[in-house]
């Protein structure tokens, strides 16, 4: 029998997305328009979508820094599911590297999800300056065989970076990535990553409805 208080949590990890979610700058905000009203007599409400696949938490696709890169439609998706580590470091700014995690056993991590004070800010605001991964710590996780890294920053290289040194190493190294995620209210510990891309063909990236479920440790 399952008894409701050992029923494992799930965490949302997701950003909401609104009209008001903060995005990159440039990029497109999301929006939504009507097909159909209810109010103007039609049967359904029906609503069209305007944004970006790097809108709120997404997934990257490599096609989106190559353009031999595969697009969400094509991604394997086990590295989407499956165990993960969530960590808290205490770097605001500048480049996270492994001994920004001193003090937490991360061998043999296959997920690891990087909680920041980024993930304290609201969906409306975007952080001008946010700590973001080295090659160095891309060749760390690689070495110890993870296959995903999740951040609550809105991208893995510096907020300026142009010739964006960890989106290619994550790629030569055999990892994807997850961008803006919401960590707050989540301890740090082992969970069950569930973030999984939609199946869009063509494009660079896209959004995911990011959960972390406790471990169900009767299993
Ligand atoms: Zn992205």
Same mark, same amino acid.
């Given at each position: ?131 973001? &991964? ?11 065989? *993870? %296959? $995903?890294?999740? @951040? #609550?920053?809105? +991208? ?40 999984? &891309? ?11 409805? *990011? %959960? $972390?479920?406790? @471990? #169900?440790?009767? +299993?």
């Amino acid at each position: 029998m399952c008894d409701q208080t050992n029923t494992p949590r799930i965490y949302d990890i997701s950003r909401t997305i609104a009209p008001s979610l903060a995005v990159w700058p440039g990029d497109t905000p999301f929006g939504f328009s009507y097909a159909m009203r209810k109010r103007d007599g039609m049967a359904v409400n029906l609503t069209t979508l305007t944004l970006s696949p790097h809108t709120g938490s997404h997934a990257d696709a490599p096609y989106h820094i190559a353009d031999d890169g595969v697009h969400p439609a094509d991604l394997p998706l086990a590295p989407y599911i499956g165990p993960a580590h969530v960590v808290t470091i205490t770097r605001e700014h500048g480049g996270i590297v492994p001994a920004d995690f001193d003090g937490h056993d991360l061998s043999g991590v296959k997920r690891l999800l990087i909680h920041t004070w980024v993930s304290d800010l609201p969906d409306n605001q975007w952080p001008d300056e946010f700590p973001y &991964p080295t090659v160095e710590l891309v060749d760390w996780l690689a070495d110890m065989g *993870a %296959v $995903l890294l999740g @951040l #609550d920053c809105p +991208s893995v290289d510096s907020f300026d970076s142009k010739d964006l040194p960890c989106h290619h190493r994550l790629r030569a190294r055999g990892m994807l990535n997850l961008e803006t995620l919401r960590l707050a209210g989540v301890p740090d510990g082992m969970y069950e990553l569930i973030a999984l &891309p939609l199946k869009l063909a063509g494009v660079c990236g896209s959004p995911v409805r *990011a %959960v $972390l479920r406790e @471990l #169900d440790m009767n +299993s």
